[in-house]
């Protein structure tokens, strides 16, 4: 019975054999190899896809450690950046005020706006500089662009200045072009507005506001803004002409009081 | 009526202030920013009644021409008559009704900007303002804003300090 069983499986052994060198056979072109070579591939497909996945969430742990680190990194050169942006912008800023600052014959203290008027009615700016710095009151107030107010209070530390559209401003100006004189007042709607024009003037949109300098407070020549409507009021002998700011009053962050 | 404490009051009060005076230039939409110490003081009206609403408008209005340029007395006399109004008015309507308070707010910077522009027009005696322009130029485009602002930190401000009709009225 031993011997039997033994013999069978010398024989299956021999016929196994026998398959395994027929199919590797290099030289044989046989069709059964092929067969066995295409369901192979099925069957191996999806292992493979199995062994991929493995092979990619082995290091998962320390990749994610990785892109944390990386993703800190982002966040920390991204601020460096905005940083350096505000740095460059204010760079830019500071840099045009100096050139101006050296090219204009009087001596000016350059502040940076610290605060604005709490209500909405009254347009006044709160600087860094008081008289500790040499401002003085009822001096102009300028930035590169243009006229920006006068100083009306001072501290040790810090001042108040009011800005030309204020209701409360009042600024001798000429138009540059046909030295057309009038009044700048400033609107309640934070608007400036040239008054007192002769009704004969030729004055109109687009031309340049400088300032008058027939008081002791602005120097002459600075320019104000432009003009960008003409009209009449009913019942008055003169012009208005509303003026648009050569500076965005609104947005001013440092300013130059003159002294 | 609800109560707040009064230290919420007056801290709300500062931050609406240092908001005015640092970074309210900076969300100017044509020309208009919004009066957030109005709205405040409108706030506390309505919700605390007359006598909250004088005395917060009383003291940011003193407050605000003490750090204004203004007429002094000006500013103070239109916040606490805007906060006593208010609160009267508030009295007779449903103070609850979002609309109800989004019409008070609106209507008190129309009327207290206009009542500012009439008393700085006869004391400075400037003929030069033009009060239909100043109205539809400044007034509407501020009361809109204001309005608009006022909705989120309303409900803001009721979710915070639990500012809602309790059971025991129904």
């Not at chain 1, 008054?195 to 003037?201: E, N, P, Q, T």
């Not at chain 2, 000006?74 to 989004?102: C, H, K, P, W």
Request: proline share 3%.
């Amino acid at each position: 019975m031993h011997n039997r069983k033994s013999h069978i499986l010398k024989v299956a052994a021999i016929i196994i054999l026998l398959f395994v060198v027929f199919i590797n056979s290099k030289s044989l072109n046989n069709p059964i190899r092929l067969k066995l070579l295409d369901s192979s591939g099925i069957l191996l497909e999806p292992f493979k896809a199995v062994a991929d996945f493995i092979h990619a969430i082995t290091p998962y742990s320390s990749l994610q450690k990785e892109n944390e680190l990386l993703r800190n990194r982002i966040n920390l050169l991204s601020r460096k950046l905005e940083e350096a942006k505000g740095i460059y912008i204010e760079n830019q800023r500071l840099k045009v005020i100096l050139d101006f600052k050296k090219s204009i014959s009087y001596t000016v203290v350059p502040s940076q706006v610290i605060g604005r008027d709490p209500s909405n009615w009254s347009n006044t700016l709160i600087i860094d500089k008081g008289s500790i710095n040499g401002v003085e009151q009822n001096k102009a107030v300028i930035s590169p662009r243009g006229v920006v107010g006068r100083v009306v209070e001072v501290g040790r530390y810090s001042s108040r200045i009011l800005l030309i559209t204020d209701p409360s401003s009042k600024v001798g100006v000429l138009v540059q072009r046909n030295r057309q004189g009038g009044i700048l007042v400033g609107m309640p709607d934070g608007k400036c507005k040239m008054i007192y024009i002769a009704l004969d003037s030729d004055v109109m949109p687009g031309d340049k506001v400088i300032t008058a300098g027939s008081g002791a407070v602005f120097p002459k020549d600075l320019l104000v803004g432009q003009v960008a409507q003409v009209g009449k009021e009913p019942g008055l002998l003169y012009k208005y002409a509303i003026v648009k700011t050569a500076e965005d009053l609104s947005r001013l962050e440092e300013v130059l009081c003159t002294k | 009526m609800y109560k707040m404490k009064r230290l919420h009051i007056y801290s709300i009060l500062v931050v609406a202030f240092l908001i005015h005076m640092t970074v309210l230039n900076y969300i100017e939409i044509a020309g208009a920013k919004p009066d957030l110490i109005l709205m405040c003081v409108i706030f506390f009206a309505i919700f605390l009644g007359p006598a909250i609403g004088f005395e917060t408008g009383l003291v940011a209005g003193l407050a605000q021409d003490l750090l204004t340029f203004d007429y002094f007395w000006v500013n103070t006399f239109i916040l606490a008559s805007a906060g006593l109004a208010a609160a009267i008015v508030s009295d007779n309507l449903f103070r609850e009704s979002r609309a109800t308070q989004f019409l008070l707010v609106f209507l008190s910077v129309c009327l207290s900007s206009s009542l500012h522009f009439f008393i700085f027009s006869a004391v400075s005696k400037n003929s030069n303002f033009n009060f239909y322009g100043f109205f539809l130029n400044s007034v509407i485009p501020t009361a809109i804003y204001t309005t608009a602002v006022s909705i989120p930190v309303f409900i803001r401000f009721i979710d915070m300090f639990k500012l809602r009709e309790q059971d025991e009225f129904l």
